[in-house]
């Protein structure tokens, strides 16, 4: 096709009509702690990864709430799974485990819109 | 033997009246409806346990019954002065009061949501605030929406006419944030099938059992809290609501289709503080809310001799520190009496 000049550009909305939550289920279902995140950051702040490349642990656990399959995939590879997020967590949450099970799971529930 | 003329029959009028009876002095409750109780006779539960609000309302008017005080409803008061220490209180219903002491227990009003206009209370279907879902709430209460359909997805508005200057309100309500828990809690219980969301700005979890509270909602009851302020809600042709917000943690707009939307309105000094203030010739704070003496030891105090302020007049308040607060008041009272 001939080149204009112009692209498509992706839609930044988050569209939650869209939102496909099964990977979000399977996580809760096998690691329930993941249900009562505060989104306070501790675990971004004290991450090992994130102080040396562009990485939020923090983001993870929306990135998974939105449904961003794709995202996630990619990010999570930059966990070092040394585990200092879970012991700074106010509210306990197993998050070396949440990354575990995305890593397992997160092919089978790739899609097409995710 | 004293006589004090408390304005305001809610529960803080009620229990200061019925305080300062226990003390020992005559005491006339003036109230503007026909029914004592306030705004609590618009709440079906109440946070943190889910208490019948009716329940909370007859012990305070159970502790009343066995006491003598007496209570002019349907009235309002015209003027007050005061002259060689006698307040002389003049009602709309042309009773003259002569009273040692005053105090003031007008309470707050409801934000009127309809001057969020972009929520479209009043102008869509299925936009109701945290009041009317209160009465929606009661066993026999209606929780369909268009067509008969039990809704799927119901998202709350955390701070509708709180902290927010477009409204003249700059102030935090306090309740609204506990009261948004407890009521996706009790909705999902009645709809265990539906989704539910909070729209936040922080959620000011004070007092106690509240953070428990939010804590089940996320673990228990799957409430979903995202933080971001809602900018608009849209009906479309099948009376559902668009609604849009900014996902702020992830740093994106956000939308999404909802059945209900539920505006969690908040509390304002109202026209009967505002009038209380001009007849007793006190203070107000830019608020709205009363001024106090002062912020610690003299919270029931207002800055004119034999005036006291009771309960949600001075700030926004729970159930709980407005009964306190009526007990203070009715202390403060006490003392200052046994010293003229």
Known sequence: ?114 | MKHIVIIGGGIAGIETASALTDAGHWVTVIEKEAELGGKLNKWSYLFPDYTPADKVKNDLLSKCREKDFSILSKTEVRTIQRTNGKFYVETSGEQKLEADAVVVATGYELFDARRKEEYGYKIYDHVVTSADLEQMLLPDGDLTVAEGKTPKRIAFVHCVGSRDEKSGNHYCSKVCCITGVKQAIELKKRLPEAEIYCFYMDLRMYGKHFEEIYREAQEKYDIQFIRGRLSEASEKIDKSLLIKAEDTLAGRPLKMNVDLLVLLVGMEAGKGTASAATTCGIGCESSGFLKTADSFLQSNFSEKEGVFLAGSCTAPMSVNDTIVHARSAAMEVNNWLKKQ
């Open chain 1, 1 to 114: 096709m001939k080149d204009f000049g112009f692209t498509v550009v992706k839609q930044r909305t988050i569209d939650y009509d869209q939102f496909d939550g099964r990977l979000l289920n399977e996580i809760i279902e096998k690691e329930p702690s993941f249900k009562v995140c505060l989104s306070c950051g501790g675990c971004t702040a004290t991450c090992s990864a994130a102080n040396l490349v562009s990485f939020n642990v923090r983001r993870i656990s929306l990135l998974l709430r939105r449904g961003e399959t794709t995202e996630l995939e990619s990010e999570i590879k930059k966990c070092m799974l040394c585990g200092k997020c879970m012991l700074v967590c106010p509210r306990g949450i197993n998050l070396r485990n949440v990354i575990m099970l995305i890593k397992k799971n997160v092919q089978k529930h790739k899609t097409e819109n995710s």
